[in-house]
């Protein structure tokens, strides 16, 4: 029996990830993030109505559902309180329904501006960060000078954290001819993080053990893409955190007999925002219709996302990184209209042939994709709920990816709405 099913994407993020834990957790009772931040962006459409959620686990919209953010999420209070306050002005009761660990590292005022001011620095060679302070919040975090949420609790100790920390990182900024951050503010706008923070904090990993025991399903919702994994990904073209499977257990404190099932989120083609390789990336027509059809831009930044054909290579090696259970095949409705698709089965990278990704970006870059040609079905999918309402066109492409990938696809989502899926596999049952 699944107990427990972990979500996340095999590509470079927005996979369709938010919508498919918000389907899921109809049957959970425990919704757990583990890794990134508000770098995320993870959208909800439910009827007329679409909730992008950067921090809040998708399972909020759920009643009895408890939604938790581990240890291993980066947290913004300002984000925090702004993505809670527009919950609650929707009449969504989401203070009784999150929870957050006290050993989350804090996002503060000097690590957007570093990571602001390095991307600028950068010029060309920009990652094309979201600018949310991630991989500043990181790097205090493993150097072991983390402000953490657990701080907010000792105010005394908090302060002298502080200063301690705008002493180191204030050097930084201002060598970026930046103004330093004052850390007065900090510890003023803290007092109204604590005592909002505070009703908030709790055990994770004895909630999520408390879960297990009692025979509840749990969710772990993971954020990114695996090529967006600082191991795994594209490096240095990735974000900060592990996005692979493995992380959902450090980053939330249980251990790998807790996840029962891997759920690959997977778009039907590929897309990628910000910079780094991209082998099968579009630049003509068929790359804008996508763009157009399945309104790629960010969620979170609202930057226009590069689009490509899908890219087997990566998603076979995303699976193996995972150990992916079932894939759920997001977005193939966006391919409707197109006369015929291709698929990349393997690169060729300095004249030779090579079955997988090479590691980092350099290679990367100069992998050439090979390609295979299939006919477009030209019928709209959107909506389908029945693998018999797919086009043949459309069944033959998905036992394509089946092959290609190593992997079988469990769920095709034909819209964004809830009830637009068909279900081949339930992960639950
Ligand atoms: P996430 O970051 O993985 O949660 O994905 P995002 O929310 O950033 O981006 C996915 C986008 O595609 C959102 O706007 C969803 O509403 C939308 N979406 C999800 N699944 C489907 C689908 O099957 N078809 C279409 N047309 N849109 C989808
Ligand atoms: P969801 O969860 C897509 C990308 C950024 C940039 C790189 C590093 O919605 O799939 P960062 O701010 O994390 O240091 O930026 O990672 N990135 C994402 N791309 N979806 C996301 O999240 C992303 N989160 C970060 O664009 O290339
Ligand atoms: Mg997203």
Known sequence: MTNSVLVLGT????????????????????????????????TLVIGTEKTVLHLVPSGVLRENVMC??????????????????????????????????????????????????????????AIGTTG?????????KVARRAVRVQD???????????????AYHNGTLTGHGIDPVDPEAIKLIAREYAERLAPLIDDVPGMIHAHR????????????????DVDHGTYPFVTSSNTVAGA?????????????YVLGITKAYTTRVGAGPFPTELFDEVGKELGERGNEFGATTG???????????AVRRASILNGVTGICLTKLDVMDTLESISICVAYELDGKQIDHPPIGADEFERCVPVYETMPGWQANTAGATQMEQLPEAA????????????VQVHLVSTGPERNENVVIRWPYD
Request: aromatic share 6%.
């Open 68 to 125: 938790v953010i581990g240890n291993g999420v980066v947290v913004s209070p300002d984000a925090l309180f702004k993505e809670i306050d527009m919950l609650t002005a929707r009449g969504v009761p989401v203070e009784q329904r999150l929870r957050i660990s006290g050993a989350c590292p804090l996002i503060l005022p000097y690590h957007i501006a570093i990571d602001q001011a390095r991307e600028k620095a950068a010029g060309k060679q």
């Open 213 to 228: 025991k009692a025979g509840n399903r749990i969710m772990f919702e993971g954020a990114q893409g695996t090529l967006l």
């Open 395 to 406: 069944q033959k492409y998905i036992k394509r990816l089946e092959e290609l990938t190593e």
């Open 11 to 42: 590509q470079w993020g927005d996979e369709g990830k938010g919508k498919i834990v918000d389907v899921l957790t109809e049957q959970a009772s425990l919704v757990v993030r583990f890794q990134g931040g508000h770098n995320a962006g993870h």
């Open 303 to 313: 930057r226009q996302r590069r689009c490509g054909w899908f890219d087997a290579v």
């Open 132 to 140: 949310r302070g991630i991989g500043p919040a990181y790097e205090d």
């Open 248 to 260: 959902a257990c450090s980053g939330s404190g249980c251990g790998p007999g807790s996840i029962d």
């Open 152 to 166: 907010l609790l000792a105010l005394e100790r908090f302060d002298e954290k502080i200063d301690a920390a705008c």
